[in-house]
């Protein structure tokens, strides 16, 4: 059994004031959580992801809020210490701050600590709503799947200059308005370095590089379940390990130790 004492906003503070790496990964059910809290892991995202890793849908649109309150649900009742956040999924907070309160509501009765939305501009005035009600927000920039048509399919996002200001001045912005995490997903590593270096708060990278301030990745992408060829910057944790919570470990061990991911095969 984990002896680790709850990880809160207040210990994901303390641990980026430390200059310690976050670890996190998506978890999508009960008896992961408890095998993923017990391993290390600090934060447990139940990411709208599981439209394609477990309802292999193509992309994360379908998934429903009863879809991510159900997983979220299953998640808490596994998990003794780790920091869940629960993703809020496509049409449940986009219409109105009033509709992203209902639906953060959702998640956090079904027992998430936080809850993560997707996209710049528009969402700080809805992270602020948020916030100011007392529920802890994690924003995600850069590929951001809900948003995969209209950004023209699964390609590397704020390449230029101007597409690089303008992510760093929505982050700046997501950041103010009191967002406490920020997933960067799909982004060059020196824009997610110059991104790091400018907020305060931890970023996490998936596909962004080795300087971010934490790591995630999709918890069947770890293990070697990716369905074809994964992602560059994918690594199955499974190769070498002597089970599911060895590979968790040597995840975890490796975001704590900067040797993941690889600094030679990021985006550019
Ligand atoms: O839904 C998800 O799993 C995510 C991560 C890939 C960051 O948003």
Known sequence: MSERKPVTLHRLREMH?????????TCYDATFARVLDEAGVDCLLVGDSLGMVLQGERGTTPVTLEHMAYHTRCVAQGNRTAWVIGDLPFGSYQESREQALRSAAV??????????????????????????RGIPVCAHLGLTPQSVHALGGWRVQGRGDVAAAQLLAHAKELADAGAAMLVLELVPAALAAEVTRALPVPIIGIGAGPQCGGQVLVLHDLLGLHPGKPPRFVRDFSDGSTGIAHAVRRYVDAVKNGTFPDPHLHCH
């Open 107 to 132: 998640l956090v009765q079904a027992g998430a600590h936080m809850v993560k939305l997707e996209g710049g501009g528009w969402t700080a005035d809805t992270v602020r709503f948020l916030v100011d």
């Open 17 to 25: 004031a430390a200059g310690e790496k976050v670890a996190m990964l």
